[in-house]
T-cell receptor, first 114, second 112 residues
């Protein structure tokens, strides 16, 4: 009965590879997010989708491409991985994109690029 | 633009000590304010929130009051436990923006 789930939990790969991280929420929420957390725990939003429509697209290299096949899923594809992409990536969801709305986070995917 | 500044860590306390983690913000309009907590190896989870001035959010013995005059949302707990060891994030969501802005996080360690 996990609310927000991500796969895989750990991802170790070589520079230059392409990889995907998947996220699913079973809360019936309309809005989903991707965050990147660096080694110092600093958390930065990357993308947000509302009902499959992209509403936030922060300054992120275009090697990162989100895809939302339906409002319960938001996947993140990364091309040509670089050392600096190593981080923990969190998916989150909220009922709507409202100022007071709580965000529910997944357990994170730790990406290590060698 | 909107921003959040929170007390740098790490903070180390003994069990049953009083906790304060400072958080101040800069925002236009009337943002909502949040405290999220991240336990080791997990994602963030909401600890408490306040959506207007003078509101007090509370949960699990933690409290924070939305102070517009000092633009602050300090987190307090009267008696901490070892299980409170985690990273705490102050955050705000602006009245017209749709993205949440997090502070840099404060690592809290509680000694038995």
């Amino acid at each position: 009965d996990t609310a927000v789930s991500q796969t895989p939990k750990y991802l170790v790969t070589q520079m230059g590879n392409d990889k995907s991280i998947k996220c699913e929420q079973n809360l019936g929420h309309d809005t989903m997010y991707w965050y990147k957390q660096d080694s110092k725990k600093f958390l930065k939003i990357m993308f947000s989708y509302n009902n499959k429509e992209l509403i936030i697209n922060e300054t992120v290299p275009n090697r990162f491409s989100p895809k939302s096949p339906d409002k319960a899923h938001l996947n993140l594809h990364i091309n040509s991985l670089e050392l600096g992409d190593s981080a923990v990536y969190f998916c989150a969801s909220s009922l709507i994109a409202d100022r007071a709305d709580t965000q529910y986070f997944g357990p994170g995917t730790r990406l290590t690029v060698l | 633009g909107n921003s959040v500044t929170q007390m740098e860590g790490p903070v180390t306390l003994s069990e049953e000590a009083f906790l304060t983690i400072n958080c101040t913000y800069t925002a236009t309009g009337y943002p909502s304010l949040f405290w999220y907590v991240q336990y080791p190896g997990e994602g963030l989870q909401l600890l408490l929130k306040a959506t207007k001035a003078d509101d007090k959010g509370s949960n699990k013995g933690f409290e924070a009051t939305y102070r517009k005059e000092t633009t602050s949302f300090h987190l307090e707990k009267g008696s901490v436990q070892v299980s409170d060891s985690a990273v705490y994030f102050c955050a705000l969501k602006g009245s017209s923006a749709s993205k949440i802005i997090f502070g840099s996080g404060t690592r809290l360690s509680i000694r038995p």
